[in-house]
């Protein structure tokens, strides 16, 4: 992610969400087992929610790949301090720790259904 701001690898990111969110939701919907219900239905109304919501910016990042500033943490600001990336996903993404600990949340969540 050098000399961008990643916003391609988060659009990816977010659409790959969307998508499996409405595999899931079609899972639920043609599923054949009893164990149908509220819970059921409250599941496909948060794919259909989270679909909806990460397709939208997926396709946000997309349409605003070229707006992307390059700033890297290394370059100095008018006042010669140090700036900071100020974009949360990137600061996010170059934290390892974090990305560790989502990316094993979200392994959590996919074995759970």
């Known amino acids: 992610m050098t000399g961008s701001d ?22 639920i919907m043609n599923s054949n087992s009893s164990s149908g219900g509220y819970g059921a239905a409250g599941i496909a109304a948060l794919c259909i929610l989270f679909a909806v919501v990460f397709g939208i ?3 946000y990042k997309l349409l605003t790949i ?5 700033n890297n943490d290394d ?9 900071r990336n100020s974009n949360m996903e990137v600061r996010i993404w170059r934290d390892k720790k ?6 094993l949340f979200g392994l959590f969540i996919i074995t759970r259904f």
Request: glycine share 12%.
């Open 6 to 27: 990643g916003r391609s690898t988060f659009a990816a990111l977010y659409l790959a969400i969307a998508l499996g969110s409405l595999w899931l939701f079609d899972n």
């Open 57 to 59: 910016a997926g396709i």
């Open 75 to 83: 370059e100095n600001n008018i006042e010669g301090e140090k700036s």
């Open 66 to 70: 070229d707006k992307g500033k390059s």
């Open 98 to 103: 974090i990305v560790a600990i989502i990316i």
